[in-house]
C-alpha cells in the first residue's frame, strides 16, 4: 500500500495548491469531484426552489402568485437544472471520487479534460437561467422541447440551446474520462470481473452518454436552423414531422432515463453488502442485467409517444420492449433482497437510504409496467400519473442513493463522521415526505389532472393540497442534509481508515481517511 | 378466454374493493364505452399485478430486514453469493407474467386502432387555445373555447373563489355533441402547435398534430355530458382548453344538427337553436 | 507547470498539476455561445462577442495543444498515457459517429415515414386528402408546400456522378495517402511521409474547394438551399456538418505536417498522428454514407 499512515496531507511530490487557483485550475480528481459534488447541491437546492414554487402555485386552484408562461418556465427549468445539473454532475462528482479509488489508480485518466467538463457546467446553467431576464422569459416549452410549441420562444430558444449544446459537452468528456479510466487505469489484477459494481455501472452509463448526448444535440441543432435558417425538419409544408423530434428527443431520453439510474444501481449495490456484511449475491448476473437495460434502452423510446398516432406495429414493439426491461431490473432487485437473506443487517445512514430506495423505486418502476401498457398510457399519458412515476424513480430513486453514496463515503474523503442523529433525522423526515409529496400524484393523475398546468378544476384540490405539503416539509429536511454534510466537514468526530463498522470491502477502504490527495501513487496489488 | 377472464376477475375485484370504487376522485373512470371499460380491466390488472410482486418481494425484503438484523447477533453467510437455479427461476418468471398480461393489452389495442364502420365523422382542429370541430359532411362546424365564467375567475388576481364557479376549468361554450351508441371517428390535427384531445371516460387521448391527421374513435353507451381537457403543452394557456362532449340521443342529436344547419344557413346571429342538453349553447355555425 | 509522476505497472502516470486551459476554455465557450445566441436574436452585442468568442476558442487550441505538445516531446507520456489518449480519441469518434446518426436519422424518417404519409400511406391516409391537396410525394422533395427560393418551388439537386464522384475520389484517395504516410512514418521514412501527408491534407482542402463551389452553384442556379423543403434541410446539414469535419480535419493534418517538419514522432511514439489519421478516415466513411443516402439513392 501506498500509504499507511493516517493523517496524509500531501504526496512526497508536490503540494497540495492553495487559494482559488486550487479549484480554477485543478486537476486532481478529488478536487474536481468536490467542485462537481458542490455544484449538483447547489444546483439541487434551485431546482428544488423552482418545485417548491410549483407546488406553491398547485397548492390550490386559481392562479394565486404566478402567469401560466412564467409558470411554464419554472416547470422547464425546474427539470433541466434537476437533470443536467443535480443528478448528473453529482453523479459525475461521485465517479471523480471513487472510480480511482475502487481500481486503486493515481487519478482520472485525462485530468485536465477533467477539469474543462466541469467547468463548462456553471458557464452552461448561466446561459440557460440568463434566459429568465431576456424579453419573453426563460424556456417554457417542457424539458422536452418539442416543437413547433418550443420553436415560438423568445431569446430563451437559442440560449436554451446553447446551454444544452454545452451540457451535452461536458457529459461526454465526462464520460470519456470514466471510460478510460476504468478500462486503462485499473490497478494489476483488477480484472474486468472484478471490478466493483459502482464502476461497472458507470463503465455502461458513459457509454450510453456518449451514444446519446450527440443524438441530443443533432435534435437542438435541427431546432435551431428551423428557426433561424428556415430548415424543414419539423415542418410538415417542408415534408418535416414535428413528430421527428419526439423521435430524435426521446431516442436520446429513454436511455437518459436510465443514465439517471444506473449509477445509483451501482451504489446500492456498494451499500446493501456492507451493512450485511456478506458479498454481494449474483455479481456476474448484476453485471449482466445493467448491460441488458442498457441495450434495451436504446429500443424501447417511442413509449413516451403511445398518443401520438404511431402506426399499430410500431405501438405494439414499443410496449413489448418496455415491459422487458422489467427483467433485468427485477433480477437487480431480487439480487439485493437475496444479499439481505440469512446477512447480519445494521442499518447506519447509507444503509437506511439504499432500503428506501429499494421500495420507492420499486413503486416506480411498478407505475413504469403500467405506463408502459400502451392502451392504458392512453389514459396516463401526460398527467400526474406521469409525474408520480418518474419522481418516485428520481427522487428517492436516483436522489436518495446520492444521499446514500455521500453519508457512505463521506468519511473517506473528510476524514470525520457526520453526526449520526441528524443524518437519521433526515432520513426519516424525508422518506415520510416525500410520499406524501408524491403518491397522491398517482391519484390526481388517474383522476384526471394533466401535467404542465398552474392551475386546475376544484375536484383536483385535497390532493394537491396534501401533496404541496409534502412537497414543502420534503424541501424543508433538505436542509438537513446540507446541516448534516456541513456538520460532518467541519466538526465531525475523526474516521478510521475502514469507516464502517461492516462488511467494507474494496480498495477505497485499504488507504487512510481522509484519502490522500493522490490516491493510488503505487498500483495496489489486487488478489 | 382464459386472459380475458383473469382481467375481468381482477377488475371485479377492483371494483369490489370500495375504496378503489370508480368515479372516484382517486382511480381512473370505468368511462362510458366498451373500450373505455376493458382499458379500466386493463389497468386494474396492471396494478393488482404490480401489487402482487410487490407484495412477495417486499414481503421478503421486510422479513429479512426484522430476521437478519445483527442486533439480535445474526450472523452474516458468507456462502450465499449465487445459484444458478434461483436466478433462472426469477427471470422466467417475470418473463411469464408479462407475456400474459402483454396479450390482453394488445388485443385492446388492436381495438382500439380500429376505425372502420365509423357512422359520424368530425374533424378536430387544436388552436392556442381553443378546439373546432368540423361535422364532415354536414355543413356544421364551430369553435369551443373555455366558459367565460371559468375565464373570467382563472386570470391571475381575478379575485374569484374558484370554487363558486360552475366546472370550474371544466366548461365551453360550444360543446362538441354527438349520438350515443354510435360510432363516432374523430380526425384530429394542430393549427399551431401540437395538442391532444383527452377525454377519460371514452379512453381517447390522441395528439392533434400539425401537418398530419389521425384517427380516433369512440361509441358512447350512455348520454351524459363528458368532459376532458387538452393533454399535450401546447404554450401558456393549455391548462385552459377544456372538452366538453356531449352525447344525447340519437333523435336529440338529428333535432340538433338541423338546427345548426338551419343556423348557418341564416347566419350565425340570427339563430338560436335549441340545443339538445342544458349546457349546450348555441354554436356560431358555419362551414 | 508543476507536474508530478506516479507509477503504475508500467511506470510513471503523468498527471498534470494546475492548467489554466479548462477554465479558459470554458469561459471562451461562454462568450462564443452568447455571442451565438445574440448574434441570432439579432442583438448589437452579438457579432463581436461571437467574433471574440472565436478568437478565445482559437487561443484556446492553439495553448492547450501547445502546451500538451511540448509535454509529449519531453517525454512526459508513457505508453500508458499514450493509450488513454488513443481510447479517448476512439470514443470521442463514436461520439461523433452518433451525431451524424441523428441527421442521418432524420433523413431516412423523412423519406421512409413522413413524406409517406403526407402523401396519405399508411395511418394517417386523410392527410394528403384533407390537409395537403392530394399531395404525393417523389424523392427529392421539398414538400407538399413547394418551399424553395423559387415561386413555382421547384429546384433541381446536385447528380451523384458530377462533383461528387470527384469528391468521393478525392476523399478515397487521401485515404491511402495518409496510410501510406503511416507506413511511412513506421518505416522511419520521412520524405515519404512529409510528401504523403502534405498530399492528404491538400486533397482535403481541395475537397472543401469543390464542396463550396457545390454550394455556390446550389444556391444560385439549382433553387436548392437550406429552405428548400426537407431535401434542403438533410442535404445542407448532413453535407454541412461534413464539411466542417473535412475542414477540421484538414486542419490537423496541416498541423501533424508541421510538426513532422519540425521533427517531431517516432516511428513508434506517434499518438498524434494516428488520432488525425482515425478521424480522417471517420470523415471518409461518413462521406461515402452522404455519398449513398444523398446524392446517390
Ligand atoms: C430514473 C429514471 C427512470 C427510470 C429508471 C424509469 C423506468 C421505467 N419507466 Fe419511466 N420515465 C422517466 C424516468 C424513468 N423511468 C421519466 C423522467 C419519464 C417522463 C418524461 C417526460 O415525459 O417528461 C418517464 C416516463 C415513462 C413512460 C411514458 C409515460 C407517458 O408519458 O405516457 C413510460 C411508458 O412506458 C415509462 C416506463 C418505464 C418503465 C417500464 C421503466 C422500467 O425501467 C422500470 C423497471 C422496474 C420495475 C418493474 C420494478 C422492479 C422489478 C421487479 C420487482 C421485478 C418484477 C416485476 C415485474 C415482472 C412486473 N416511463
Ligand atoms: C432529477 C430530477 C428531478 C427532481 C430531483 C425533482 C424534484 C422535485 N420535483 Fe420535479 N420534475 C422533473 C424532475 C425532477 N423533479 C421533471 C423531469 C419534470 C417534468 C418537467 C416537464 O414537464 O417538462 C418535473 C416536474 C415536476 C412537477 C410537475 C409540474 C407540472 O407538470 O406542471 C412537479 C409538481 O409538483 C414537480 C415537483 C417536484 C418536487 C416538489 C421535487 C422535490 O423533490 C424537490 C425537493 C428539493 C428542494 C425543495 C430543495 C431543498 C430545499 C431548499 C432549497 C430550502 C427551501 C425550502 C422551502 C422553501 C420549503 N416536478
Ligand atoms: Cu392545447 Cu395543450
Ligand atoms: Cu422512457
Known sequence: MAHADSLAHDDHHDHKPHGIGRWLFATNHKDIGTMYLVFALAMFLLGGFMAMLIRLELFKPGLQFFDPGFYNSLVTSHALVMIFGGVMPAFVGLANWMVPLQIGAPDMALPRMNNYSFWILPFAFTLLLSSFFTAGGGPAGGWTLYPPLSLQAGTSFPLTIFAIHLMGASSIMGAINVIVTILNMRAPGMTLLRLPLFCWTWLITAYLLIAVMPVLAGAVTMLLTDHYFGTSFFNPAGGGDPVMFQHIFWFFGHPEVYILILPAFGIVSEIIPTFSRKPLFGYDAMVYATASIAFLSFIVWAHHMFTVGMPLAGQMFFMMSTMLIAVPTGVKVFNWTTTMWRGSLSFEPPMLFALAFLFLFSIGGFSGLMLAIAPADYQYQDTYFVVAHFHYVLVPGAVFAIMAGVYYWLPKWTGRMYSMALAKWHFWLSTISVNVLFFPQHFLGLAGMPRRIPDYSVQFTDWNMVSSIGGFAFGVSQLLFVAAIIHGVWYGKPATAKVWDAGVHGLEWTLPSPAPYHSFEEAPEIH | ?287 | ?297
Open chain 2, 1 to 287: 378466454m382464459f386472459y380475458r377472464k383473469v382481467a375481468t376477475v381482477l377488475a371485479g375485484l377492483a371494483a369490489a374493493t370500495p375504496a378503489l370504487a370508480y368515479e372516484s376522485t382517486y382511480n381512473l373512470p370505468v368511462g362510458a364505452t366498451d373500450i373505455s371499460a376493458r382499458v379500466f380491466s386493463l389497468h386494474m390488472m396492471m396494478f393488482w399485478v404490480c401489487v402482487a410482486i410487490a407484495a412477495v418481494v417486499f414481503g421478503v425484503i421486510i422479513y429479512s430486514l426484522w430476521k437478519f438484523r445483527k442486533s439480535t447477533g445474526a450472523v452474516a453467510d458468507q456462502t450465499l453469493t449465487h445459484s444458478t437455479n434461483v436466478e433462472v427461476i426469477w427471470t422466467v418468471i417475470p418473463v411469464i407474467i408479462l407475456v400474459a398480461t402483454a396479450i390482453p393489452a394488445a388485443r385492446t389495442l388492436i381495438a382500439m386502432e380500429d376505425t372502420r364502420n365509423s357512422e359520424l365523422t368530425v374533424k378536430v382542429v387544436g388552436y392556442q387555445w381553443k378546439w373546432k370541430y368540423e361535422y364532415q359532411g354536414k355543413g356544421v362546424s364551430f369553435f369551443s373555447t373555455l366558459a367565460a365564467e371559468s375565464n373570467y375567475a382563472r386570470q391571475l388576481g381575478s379575485g374569484v373563489d374558484p370554487t363558486t364557479v360552475k366546472d370550474y376549468l371544466l366548461d365551453v361554450d360550444h360543446p362538441l355533441v354527438v349520438p350515443v351508441d354510435t360510432k363516432v371517428r374523430l380526425l384530429l390535427t394542430g393549427n399551431d402547435v401540437i395538442h391532444s384531445w383527452w377525454v377519460p371516460d371514452f379512453a381517447v387521448k390522441k395528439d392533434a398534430i400539425p401537418g398530419y391527421i389521425n384517427e380516433a374513435w369512440f361509441k358512447a353507451n350512455r348520454t351524459g355530458r363528458f368532459t376532458g381537457q387538452c393533454a399535450e403543452l401546447c404554450g401558456r394557456d393549455h391548462g385552459f382548453m377544456p372538452i366538453v362532449v356531449n352525447v344525447v340521443s340519437k333523435a336529440d342529436f338529428a333535432t340538433w344538427l338541423d338546427a345548426q344547419v338551419a343556423a348557418s344557413k341564416a347566419g350565425a346571429s340570427a339563430a338560436d337553436p335549441s340545443a339538445p342538453a342544458a349546457t349546450a349553447a348555441a354554436p356560431t355555425a358555419s362551414l
Open chain 3, 1 to 297: 507547470m508543476a507536474q508530478a509522476e506516479t507509477t503504475t505497472s508500467e511506470g510513471k502516470y503523468y498527471v498534470p498539476h494546475a492548467s489554466p486551459w479548462p477554465i479558459f476554455g470554458s469561459v471562451s465557450l461562454f462568450v462564443l455561445m452568447a455571442g451565438a445566441a445574440l448574434t441570432l436574436e439579432d442583438s448589437g452585442a452579438g457579432p463581436s462577442l461571437l467574433t471574440l468568442g472565436l478568437v478565445l476558442v482559437f487561443a484556446l487550441f492553439f495553448g492547450w495543444f501547445r502546451t500538451v505538445i511540448n509535454e509529449s516531446e519531453a517525454g512526459a507520456y508513457n505508453l500508458n498515457v499514450d493509450r488513454s489518449f488513443r481510447m479517448g480519441m476512439s470514443w470521442f469518434i463514436f461520439s461523433e459517429v452518433m451525431f451524424f446518426a441523428a441527421f442521418f436519422g432524420s433523413l431516412f424518417y423523412a423519406r421512409q415515414l413522413a413524406l409517406p404519409w403526407l402523401s396519405g400511406a399508411g395511418s394517417k391516409h386523410l392527410t394528403s386528402e384533407l390537409l395537403w391537396n392530394h399531395f404525393e410525394a417523389h424523392w427529392p422533395s421539398n414538400g407538399p408546400g413547394l418551399l424553395g427560393p423559387r415561386a413555382d418551388g421547384s429546384f433541381k439537386t446536385i447528380p451523384a456522378m458530377g462533383v461528387p464522384a470527384l469528391n468521393t475520389l478525392l476523399l478515397l484517395s487521401s485515404g491511402v495517402t495518409v496510410t501510406i504516410a503511416h507506413h511511412a512514418l513506421r518505416a522511419n521514412n520521412r520524405r515519404v511521409l512529409k510528401v504523403f501527408l502534405a498530399l492528404t491534407f491538400l486533397l482535403g482542402f481541395l475537397f472543401v474547394f469543390l464542396q463550396a463551389r457545390e454550394y455556390h452553384e446550389a444556391y444560385t442556379e439549382l433553387g436548392l438551399q437550406l429552405g428548400t423543403g426537407i431535401y434542403g434541410s438533410t442535404f445542407f446539414l448532413l453535407t454541412g456538418f461534413h464539411g466542417l469535419h473535412v475542414t477540421i480535419g484538414a486542419i490537423m493534418l496541416l498541423v501533424i505536417w508541421l510538426r513532422v517538419m519540425k521533427g517531431h514522432f517516432t516511428p513508434d511514439r506517434h499518438f498524434a498522428f494516428e488520432g488525425v489519421a482515425w478521424y480522417w478516415h471517420f470523415v471518409d466513411v461518413v462521406w461515402l454514407g452522404l455519398y449513398i443516402f444523398v446524392y446517390w439513392l
